[in-house]
Nanobody, 123 residues
Framework: VQLQACGGGLVQTGGSLRLSCAAS????????MGWFRQAPGKDRDFVAS????????FYADSVKGRFTISRDNTNNMVWLQMNSLKPEDTAVYYC?????????????????WGQGTLVTVSS
């Protein structure tokens, strides 16, 4: 499975970014997808996930109400819309493919990872 994430960049506090992740190599629609992030010197943290058919989404408390995860199974894409960005959102963001249709927040439940895209939020 190959996951290609893009869309990161430099944005001011309060701004927005939309991350994209293109998947290939296995039946995309059979698996949940997630976004994680890793800030410098910190562990990789869960951000958001979406079930195989998009009927349920899950968010870290720190991003609830600001971030939205979505997917398009026809085109093997998943997105993370990030609004009202804060400096503490600065991190490398990774998309990941889950081991099941309803994988949620634990990184061990994901078996394929993209290369990461850097998001920097300036104050």
């Amino acid at each position: 499975v190959q996951l290609q994430a893009c869309g990161g960049g430099l944005v001011q506090t309060g701004g927005s970014l939309r991350l994209s992740c293109a998947a290939s190599g296995r039946t995309f629609s059979n698996f949940a997808m997630g976004w994680f992030r890793q800030a410098p010197g910190k562990d990789r943290d869960f951000v958001a996930s979406i079930t195989w058919n998009g009927d349920m989404t899950f968010y870290a408390d720190s991003v609830k109400g600001r971030f939205t995860i979505s997917r398009d199974n026809t085109n093997n894409m998943v997105w993370l819309q990030m609004n009202s960005l804060k400096p503490e959102d600065t991190a490398v963001y990774y998309c990941a493919s889950g081991r099941s249709r309803r994988t949620r927040a634990r990184s061990m439940e994901y078996d394929h990872w993209g290369q990461g895209t850097l998001v920097t939020v300036s104050s």
